[in-house]
C-alpha cells in the first residue's frame, strides 16, 4: 500500500484483518450459497465498534476520520464483499445522515444502539421506476395531525428486512403542487411502525448474504418527530450522503480486487501445466502486475478522496471518481483472476466465481458507472 498509516490506522487496519480472516472468510462462501443472513456477524461487527466507526465517542463511536474507515472495510471487503456492503451502508449513509441533520433527541434515540451493532441501519431511496433517476420517487407522505401518512414503494433496501432504523425519502409536496427534487424529505423509520411491509426479496447475482428488499408503505404512520433535518431537504441529503457512501463502495471495491490478486497469486503458484507453476508464464505474471497496478491506483485515489473529505472538502468529484474507477478495477480484476483459474475458476469450488458476481453490483449501486462518468464531466466543467 502507498498510504503510510499511522499507529492507529495500522492497529485498525490488524483488527479488522484479523476479524475478516478469522470469523468472516470461512463461511463466506455457505453464506453466500444459502442466501444467508447471519445476525452474529452484525453483533460482532457491533463490538468491534465497526458500525460506529465515524460517530463521536459521546454516541458510542469510535471517533475515527475517513480513511481509517476506509482501510478496515476493505479489509473486510476482501473476506465477505456482503458484509462490507451491510457495514458500508450502515457507517456511510443512516448514521451519518442522523448525526449530521437528526435533533438531539433522534440521535440519543438511535445512534448509540446503533454505533454498537444493535440497530442495523438501512437506506431507502431507490424505488421500482426511480433508480439513477432518483429525484422522480413518487412515494408520498402526507401530514395528519402529529403523523404523516407514507405510501408508495422503495426498492433495492439493503439490510431492509433486518434492519432497526431505515432513513426513507418521500414526496411531502402535493400532486398539484409538485416541487421536483425540493418536495422530497426523510423519514426515520423503525419496522415496528404499522404500514410498514417487506414486499419482495431480491434473488441476487451476487452478494447474496447481504438481504436486499422491496418495502411496501400502506397507510404507513410516522411520528411527525421522525422527519428528518427539515422538510423537502431530504433529496439534497441523500445527494450529500451518497457522496461520501460512493467511498465506501470504493473501498469495498478496492476489497473484492485485492481479493481476487491474492487468490490468483495463490493458485497461480501453485497451479502446474506444462511442467511448471502457471505464474512462470508470462501471460500469467503480466495479468497479476496489471491487477496490481490497477489495485494500487484505485485505492490511491480513494484515499485521496477521503483525505479530501476529512479536510471538509466537498468529495463529489472525488468520490465519483474513485467509485468509479475501484468498481471497474474489481469488475475486471475478477475477470481476470477467473481466467488464471481457468476452469476452476467457473465452478463454485473456489471462491473466485463469488468475486466476479460480487464485483458486478459495485458498477451499479450508489450510482451506475454511467452516472459517475455524467457526476464527473460535470464537475469538469465547474
Ligand atoms: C444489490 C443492490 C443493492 C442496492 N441497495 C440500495 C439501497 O440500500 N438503497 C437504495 O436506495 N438503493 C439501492 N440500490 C439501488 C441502486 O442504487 C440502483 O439500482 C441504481 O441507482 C441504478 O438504478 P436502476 O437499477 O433503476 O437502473 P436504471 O436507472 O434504470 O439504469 C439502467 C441503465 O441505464 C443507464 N442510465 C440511466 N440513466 C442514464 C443517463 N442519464 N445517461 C446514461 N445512462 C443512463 C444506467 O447507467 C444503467 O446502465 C441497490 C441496488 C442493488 C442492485
Given at each position: 500500500m502507498l498510504t503510510q498509516l499511522t499507529d492507529t490506522q495500522q492497529e485498525i487496519v490488524r483488527a479488522a484483518r484479523d476479524?475478516?480472516?478469522?470469523?468472516?472468510?470461512?463461511?463466506?462462501?455457505?453464506?453466500?450459497?444459502?442466501s444467508r443472513f447471519d445476525p452474529e456477524v452484525v453483533r460482532q461487527l457491533g463490538e468491534l465498534g465497526f458500525l460506529g466507526m465515524m460517530l463521536p465517542e459521546e454516541y458510542d463511536g469510535l471517533g475515527l476520520d475517513t480513511l481509517t474507515y476506509l482501510l478496515a472495510l476493505e479489509e473486510i471487503a476482501v473476506a465477505d464483499a456482503s458484509t462490507a456492503v451491510m457495514m458500508s451502508v450502515h457507517n456511510s449513509l443512516p448514521t451519518q445522515m442522523l448525526l449530521r441533520w437528526g435533533t438531539a433527541a433522534q440521535k440519543e434515540q438511535f445512534l448509540k444502539p446503533m454505533a454498537r451493532g444493535e440497530l442495523l441501519g438501512a437506506f431507502a431511496l431507490s424505488e421500482p421506476e426511480a433508480g439513477s433517476d432518483a429525484s422522480a420517487l413518487r412515494a408520498q407522505a402526507v401530514r395528519d395531525g402529529d403523523h404523516w401518512v407514507l405510501n408508495g414503494t422503495k426498492a433495492w433496501v439493503t439490510s431492509g428486512s433486518h434492519a432497526g432504523v431505515i432513513v426513507a425519502m418521500a414526496r411531502t409536496d402535493t400532486p398539484e403542487q409538485r416541487r421536483g427534487s425540493r418536495g422530497i424529505s426523510a423519514f426515520i423509520l423503525t419496522p415496528d411502525l404499522p404500514g410498514l411491509?417487506?414486499?419482495?426479496k431480491e434473488d441476487k447475482m451476487g452478494l447474496r448474504a447481504s438481504p436486499t428488499v422491496q418495502l411496501a408503505f400502506e397507510d404507513l404512520r410516522v411520528?411527525?418527530?421522525?422527519l428528518l433535518g427539515e422538510e423537502g431537504q431530504g433529496f439534497t441529503y441523500a445527494m450529500q450522503s451518497l457522496d461520501n457512501g460512493r467511498l465506501g463502495i470504493a473501498a469495498q471495491a478496492t476489497g473484492i480486487a485485492r481479493a481476487a490478486l491474492e487468490y490468483s497469486l495463490a493458485y497461480a503458484d501453485e497451479r502446474r501445466q506444462f511442467?511448471?507453476?502457471?505464474?512462470?508464464?508470462?501471460a500469467i505474471q503480466f495479468k497479476l502486475a496489471d491487477m496490481a497496478t490497477r489495485i494500487e491506483a484505485a485505492r490511491a485515489v480513494l484515499h485521496g478522496a477521503a483525505a479530501a473529505k476529512d479536510r471538509g472538502e466537498s468529495t463529489t468529484l472525488s468520490g465519483a471518481m474513485a467509485k468509479l474507477l475501484a468498481s471497474e478495477t474489481a469488475m475486471w480484476a475478477a475477470t481476470q483472476a477467473v481466467q488464471i483459474y481457468g476452469g476452476y475458476g467457473y465452478v463454485t469450488d473456489y471462491p473466485v466465481e463469488r468475486l466476479f458476481r460480487?464485483?458486478?453490483?459495485t458498477e451499479i449501486?450508489?450510482?451506475?458507472?454511467?452516472?459517475?462518468r455524467i457526476v464527473i464531466a460535470r464537475e469538469l466543467y465547474r
Open positions: 476479524f475478516a480472516q478469522s470469523e468472516l472468510a470461512p463461511l463466506a462462501g455457505e453464506r453466500d450459497r444459502e411491509r417487506i414486499s419482495k411520528p411527525a418527530d421522525r511442467g511448471k507453476a502457471i505464474r512462470e508464464f508470462q460480487d464485483a458486478k453490483v449501486y450508489e450510482g451506475t458507472s454511467e452516472v459517475q
